[in-house]
């Protein structure tokens, strides 16, 4: 059984950075698509980040310049690097796997960022 645990959440003033982790279980990245979403109160859940098993990768418009995700395969984690935060990045961020046509999430951190 896969599972995603995600880490590196906070309060963090505009302007600010914060790391977000998502430690993997279960699982392997070779032949997965992952990312990382985000869902803010009274909003939908928006893609902030998908990479695809070949490699490409898409960034919400919103996010391009200022968030870069990336991974560690010897230690099964997922990164977001989020610099430069305004508030309205504020919002409960996921990571997602999807592998062979399974899709796990993780339980979410909470980023706040604050004007």
């Known amino acids: 059984q896969v599972q995603l645990v995600e880490s590196g959440g906070g309060l963090v003033q505009a302007g600010g950075s914060l790391r977000l982790s998502c430690a993997a279980s279960?699982?392997?990245?070779?032949?997965?698509?992952w990312g990382w979403y985000r869902q803010a109160p009274g909003k939908q859940r928006e893609l902030v980040v998908l990479?695809?098993?070949?490699?490409?990768?898409h960034y919400a418009d919103s996010v391009k310049g200022r968030f870069t995700a990336s991974r560690d395969n010897a230690k099964a984690t997922l990164y977001l690097q989020m610099n430069s935060l305004k508030p309205e990045d504020t919002a409960v961020y996921y990571c997602?796997?999807?592998?062979?046509?399974?899709?796990?999430w993780g339980q979410g951190t909470q980023v706040t960022v604050s004007s």
């Open positions: 990479i695809t098993s070949v490699g490409s990768t």
């Open positions: 997602y796997l999807k592998r062979f046509g399974v899709e796990v």
């Open positions: 279960g699982s392997s990245f070779t032949y997965s698509t």
